[in-house]
Structure formats: structure tokens, C-alpha cells
């Protein structure tokens, strides 16, 4: 087990442009949660899946984000329309189902720079 | 609503003095409330929890943490600090429903 993976680990694009993040987070876990964290701040809550449905959405996550989780397994994070405030390190976490007491352990994040 | 504080963006201590790490939180209902740890280039990782039971935890390398439920606080400490102790620290609390709140992050320096 290699722990939570993101990918890519770096992005950068030109403002307007679209992009999408991949998560696989531990084999066995079904919780995964997206976080961005911007310089000097803490992580900010964006998004939680519990196994493939999406229980929990940030009003952060504006309508050019969205976040899938197909099967229950990796997740992607995508955003449209991309803008230059959206440069952020976004980070991916996963937890195995035993409440919210159970410690997430996180990805090293994707580092988005919009240009 | 949920919120989580760290009220000191920076603390400085000397290598073999204890720590402290201060984080106050607001939380509805049973709090759930955990501490990181980030270093350059690495994700957050796992220090230790708090989620009902004795008000002293006890985690990784060395530390701990104290739940005050009157002062609504959950301190970081460990009795003697390392050099290797220098890092972002985040408190973080969690709900049942999947959300979390991370505090802004205190950042650690332990000189030789």
C-alpha cells in the first residue's frame, strides 16, 4: 500500500482552460474528501464522497468545480473555466468508514498555477 | 458552523523545552478534533485524535494533546522538543456528516 496518490503533482494553465485531478486514495478506504489550501492558510473542505455518492459539498465549490467518484474508488476533481484565483495546492484524503473519529491520511496534493 | 483556531501563527522554542501548539475550536455536538503535521514537500500527516474518553491523548513521536471541553481547547504538547519537530502544525475537527474544519496552521521552530 503506497498511501494516498495524486496526480499530476503539478499543473499549470492558461486562465480559461479546463483541468481534472486524480485521487486514488487507500484500497480499503470509502471515505475521500478534496480540500484546497491556499499560502499560509489551512486546508479548506470541498468535497466528501462516502464510497461513490457525494454526501457533503462546500459552497467553495462553485459551479465550474465538480467531483466525481465513479465506482467508488479514485476520484477526480475537475475545473472549469479555470482562474487565476483557483491557484491553489488541492489536496485528496481517504478514511476507512468508522465515523468521523477515523483519521483521514492525505495525498501530497496537485499544485495548480493558473497563468 | 464549525470553527477551528490556532492563535499563534508562530512559535519558537528551544530545543529540549517542553511545546505547546494552541488550538481552540467551535463545535456543535461531540467534537471530533485531531492534530497534523506538514513538512516541505510531504503530505499532512496523522498525529493524534481526540473523540471522547480521557481528555489526554497521547500520539506520534512524543506527543500529546489536552481536550478542555470548559475552555474549549485541545492543546498541543510534548515535554521536549527535537529539532526534527519543525513543521506546520493544523488542528483540525471533523462531523459526523464528513465535514472538516482546519485551523490556519501554527508553524514550529525548535533551535539547537
Known amino acids: 500500500d503506497t498511501g494516498v496518490s495524486q496526480d499530476p503533482r503539478h499543473k499549470i494553465t492558461k486562465r480559461g482552460q479546463n483541468v481534472t485531478f486524480r485521487c486514488d486514495p487507500i484500497?480499503?478506504?470509502?471515505?475521500l474528501y478534496w480540500y484546497r489550501q491556499t499560502l499560509g492558510q489551512g486546508p479548506e473542505f470541498l468535497t466528501y464522497f462516502q464510497n461513490e455518492a457525494q454526501l457533503e459539498k462546500s459552497r467553495l465549490l462553485s459551479d465550474r468545480f465538480s467531483a466525481e467518484r465513479p465506482k467508488g474508488s479514485f476520484s477526480t476533481l475537475e475545473i472549469q473555466r479555470t482562474e487565476q484565483g483557483d491557484s491553489a495546492m488541492y489536496l485528496c484524503?481517504?478514511?476507512?468508514?468508522?465515523?468521523?473519529?477515523?483519521?483521514?491520511?492525505f495525498g501530497q496534493g496537485t499544485r495548480l498555477t493558473v497563468v | 458552523a464549525q470553527s477551528v483556531a490556532q492563535p499563534e501563527d508562530q512559535v519558537n522554542v528551544a530545543e529540549g523545552n517542553p511545546l505547546t501548539v494552541k488550538c481552540t475550536y467551535s463545535?456543535?455536538?461531540?467534537?471530533?478534533l485531531f492534530w497534523y503535521v506538514q513538512y516541505p514537500n510531504r503530505g499532512l500527516q496523522f498525529l493524534l485524535k481526540?473523540?471522547?474518553?480521557?481528555?489526554l491523548v497521547k500520539g506520534s513521536y512524543g506527543f500529546e494533546a489536552e481536550f478542555n471541553k470548559s475552555q474549549t481547547s485541545f492543546h498541543l504538547k510534548k515535554p521536549s522538543a527535537l529539532v526534527s519537530d519543525s513543521a506546520l502544525y493544523f488542528c483540525a475537527g471533523f462531523t459526523n456528516a464528513g465535514k472538516s474544519t482546519f485551523g490556519d496552521g501554527t508553524t514550529l521552530t525548535v533551535k539547537p
Open positions: 481526540y473523540i471522547t474518553g480521557d481528555n
Open positions: 484524503a481517504s478514511s476507512s468508514q468508522q465515523g468521523a473519529g477515523t483519521e483521514a491520511f
Open positions: 463545535v456543535s455536538g461531540n467534537p471530533y
Open positions: 484500497s480499503e478506504h470509502n471515505r
